[in-house]
T-cell receptor, first 111, second 114 residues
Framework: AQSVSQHNHHVILSEAASLELGCNYSYGGTVNLFWYVQYPGQHLQLLLKYFSGDPLVKGIKGFEAEFIKSKFSFNLRKPSVQWSDTAEYFCAVNPDDKIIFGKGTRLHILP | DTGVSQDPRHKITKRGQNVTFRCDPISEHNRLYWYRQTLGQGPEFLTYFQNEAQLEKSRLLSDRFSAERPKGSFSTLEIQRTEQGDSAMYLC????????????FGQGTRLTVV
């Protein structure tokens, strides 16, 4: 079945630790890829997106993601997390006219 | 225009009642989406419009759910004969036609069916 898989449901890190959240998708063909973030009490916001070109994309707040086509992956990274990064992170794909989301990863940063 | 707005933000209803939610998208956007999100899950696609035309409806969407976008601007989502399983956050998003466009989300309407 076509899907978006996020490997980690809940991640706890200390401030300044490095972060990598995994995302794999199972759609064939050309897809656009997104990471959305939802801070506590706020609406979903776009963190970064990949449509074409350089597979390493940079987003807001120091986040980046790498698209590896051969692995159907789009992992999110940040070299040094901050307490304010505590949020839920969603990987998403749009293989056609709608966006399909993963189940999300809840990230908790310890001060 | 400050973004996608949804009304109401919260709705508590008794089982069996009908409810209607409204979404006002970003004014230039011609695509409008409805999603449902439950605790511990990502947003689940329900339906979307391009202008006033409803182009796709999820197979998961029961016949009790109906959505409209009569003039290609705001949209309404109605749930008839609500059930406890309908309790969720209902999200609306809008975009230009996807290709290189991102979707912008509203704050959502939290529905609780008691």
């Amino acid at each position: 079945a076509q899907s978006v898989s996020q490997h980690n449901h809940h991640v706890i890190l200390s401030e300044a630790a490095s972060l990598e959240l995994g995302c794999n998708y199972s759609y064939g063909g050309t897809v656009n890829l997104f990471w959305y973030v939802q801070y506590p009490g706020q609406h979903l916001q776009l963190l970064l997106k990949y449509f074409s070109g350089d597979p390493l994309v940079k987003g807001i707040k120091g986040f980046e993601a790498e698209f590896i086509k051969s692995k159907f992956s789009f992992n999110l990274r940040k070299p040094s997390v901050q307490w304010s990064d505590t949020a839920e992170y969603f990987c998403a794909v749009n293989p056609d006219d709608k966006i399909i989301f993963g189940k999300g990863t809840r990230l908790h940063i310890l001060p | 225009d400050t973004g996608v707005s949804q009304d109401p933000r919260h709705k508590i209803t008794k089982r069996g009642q009908n409810v209607t939610f409204r979404c006002d998208p970003i004014s230039e956007h011609n695509r409008l989406y409805w999603y449902r999100q439950t605790l511990g899950q990502g947003p689940e696609f329900l339906t979307y419009f391009q202008n006033e035309a409803q182009l796709e409806k999820s197979r998961l969407l029961s016949d009790r759910f109906s959505a409209e976008r009569p003039k290609g601007s705001f949209s309404t989502l109605e749930i008839q004969r609500t059930e406890q399983g309908d309790s969720a956050m209902y999200l609306c998003a809008s975009s230009f036609i996807l290709g290189t466009a991102e979707a912008f989300f509203g704050q959502g309407t939290r529905l609780t069916v008691v």
